[in-house]
């Protein structure tokens, strides 16, 4: 299973950008890249998912460059209901999802 | 649709007490799964399931037990509770458990403490 390294928690105020880097340096050739979001209390929610270049949904972007090594979760002027911990996974046949510990972003007023 | 939905929302055993934390879906979705999440960390697959009748083990199965009867429900039980069993406890279901695409849909959690 590839394994995923992400900062443990990040900082932001309202209104910036928020970018949040994933390493997967082992990610193999049919896996895809899956963000989740976590808020206190609730179980986590898909935020977006994609496989190489950009995508983009109305709630974040995700890059991926051409060696796939790394992705970046992008989520565009954050609100403090964006406080909540997002997880970078690596889904490989078969769905068994494997969960790191998350960055948990602050977002502040 | 209701989603994924579990029963109960919190639990308190004591040690050596058995139960069974229930998991229900209504999205026919082939593949259902169990997870725990301990306090400040990510969570770990225990038990999944790829169709009725069909199960098999995750990183952490050891003191748990799964049954997949039907498309709709997973149950998931604890034989003999221990403390290190103390645990949020999430099911989770997707379409298939074929290839990388799938999305995984989350139920709101139990929260079980083992006394």
């Known amino acids: 299973l590839a394994k995923t390294t992400q900062p443990i928690s990040m900082d932001s105020y309202e209104g910036q950008e928020v970018n949040i880097t994933c390493s997967h340096n082992?990610?193999?050739?049919?896996?895809?890249i899956t963000w989740y979001q976590q808020f206190p209390s609730q179980g986590p929610r898909f935020i977006i998912q994609g496989y190489k270049t950009k995508v983009t949904n109305e709630v974040a972007s995700l890059f991926i460059p051409a060696d796939r090594k790394s992705s970046t979760l992008s989520l565009p002027r954050v609100s403090l209901s964006d406080t909540a911990v997002y997880y970078c996974?690596?889904?490989?046949?078969?769905?068994?999802?494997?969960f790191g510990g998350g960055t948990r972003l602050m977002v502040k007023p | 649709n209701a989603g994924v939905t579990q029963t109960p929302k919190f639990q308190v055993l004591k040690t050596g007490q058995s139960m069974t934390l229930q998991c229900a879906q209504d999205m026919n979705h082939e593949y259902m799964s169990w997870y725990r999440q301990d306090p400040g960390m990510g969570l770990r697959l225990i038990h999944y399931s790829v169709g009725a009748g069909i199960t098999d083990q995750g990183e952490v199965p050891n003191g748990y037990n799964v049954s997949r009867s039907t498309t709709e429900d997973f149950p998931l039980r604890l034989l003999s509770a221990a403390p290190s069993q103390t645990s949020v406890y999430f099911c989770?279901?997707?379409?298939?458990?074929?290839?990388?695409?799938?999305?995984?849909?989350f139920g709101p959690g139990t929260r079980l403490l083992v006394l």
């Open positions: 996974l690596v889904n490989n046949a078969g769905n068994m999802l494997t």
């Open positions: 082992n990610i193999a050739t049919n896996d895809y």
């Open positions: 989770a279901s997707s379409y298939s458990g074929t290839g990388g695409q799938e999305t995984q849909y």
